[in-house]
Nanobody, 124 residues
Framework: QVQLVESGGGLVQPGGSLRLSCVASGNIFAVHYMGWYRQAPGKERELVATQGTNSGTRYGDSMKGRFTISRDNAKNTVYLQMNSLQSEDTAVYFC??????????????????WGQGTQVTVSS
């Protein structure tokens, strides 16, 4: 199995910045993409940003120009730098990864896994 552990959420004032981190661990053979989604109360989960290992980067429309995703492939870690935060960015942010696992000589996947989420609150 793979575990995704997020960190870096919290309370920030409008216009402020936060940096989220997510580390993937487990019997990982390959990581195909890592990224972030978010879910605000009463709303559906939406794309924030994803970055593929051999493919491009995608951003949600309202995040373009304010959020930046990056990865440290050697550490199976993905970061999300969030600038110019607004109250509308308040949500639980979930890390997501698509991986292939290796267990007892066999490969399994690709599988999509999710972290437990980290709360981001933008408020004065």
């Amino acid at each position: 199995q793979v575990q995704l552990v997020e960190s870096g959420g919290g309370l920030v004032q409008p216009g402020g910045s936060l940096r989220l981190s997510c580390v993937a661990s487990g019997n990982i053979f390959a990581v195909h993409y890592m990224g972030w989604y978010r879910q605000a109360p009463g709303k559906e989960r939406e794309l924030v940003a994803t970055q593929g290992t051999n493919s491009g980067t995608r951003y949600g429309d309202s995040m373009k120009g304010r959020f930046t995703i990056s990865r440290d492939n050697a550490k199976n870690t993905v970061y999300l730098q969030m600038n110019s935060l607004q109250s509308e960015d308040t949500a639980v942010y979930f890390c997501s990864a698509m991986v292939t696992l290796r267990w007892q000589g066999k490969l399994e996947g690709p599988l999509t896994s999710w972290g437990q989420g980290t709360q981001v609150t933008v408020s004065s």
